[in-house]
């Protein structure tokens, strides 16, 4: 019997006021390419590249039908994070990961303003893997 790769949508998050993206968010593709060696199916929604705001990122979260979402919390973007991560609590049923700064140093207060089921600190590429392994 063939094992069905769990489904995990990654997330950058759109910033206010910031329009056109500098570059691609690389904790993020390196995160994507470690789950992928390990046999998880990875959606990147991508906010500043594909331009979408808060409402087209949940909807496109959704659609991709996975059941584990992370998404990067920074200073710059914890607003909107809160709310995609509010958004979703009434739509979808999946867990909900943060990672990046804020997830590294203020984890506990990060967990509790955004209502997500955990979080990873610091370098997070092999201890997301470990965490959603168990």
């Known amino acids: 019997m063939t094992q069905v790769a769990l489904k995990v949508v990654l997330v950058n998050p759109p ?5 056109v993206p500098s570059f691609e968010n690389l904790g993020i593709g390196y995160l994507a390419a470690v789950l ?7 959606i990147v929604i991508d906010a500043m590249l594909e331009e979408l705001d808060v409402k087209g990122v949940v909807n496109k979260i959704i659609q991709a039908g996975a059941t584990l979402l992370g998404i990067s919390a920074t200073q710059a973007v914890f607003g909107n994070v809160a709310k995609i991560v509010s958004m979703l609590r009434e739509k979808w049923s999946g867990a909900i990961c943060l990672g990046g700064h804020l997830a590294t140093f203020y984890d506990k207060r990060a967990l509790e303003e955004t209502n997500a089921d955990f979080a990873v600190r610091k370098e997070g590429e092999y201890p997301f893997v470990s965490s959603i392994r168990s």
């Open 36 to 42: 992928r060696r390990n046999g998880f199916h990875v």
């Open 15 to 19: 910033q206010e006021g910031r329009k």
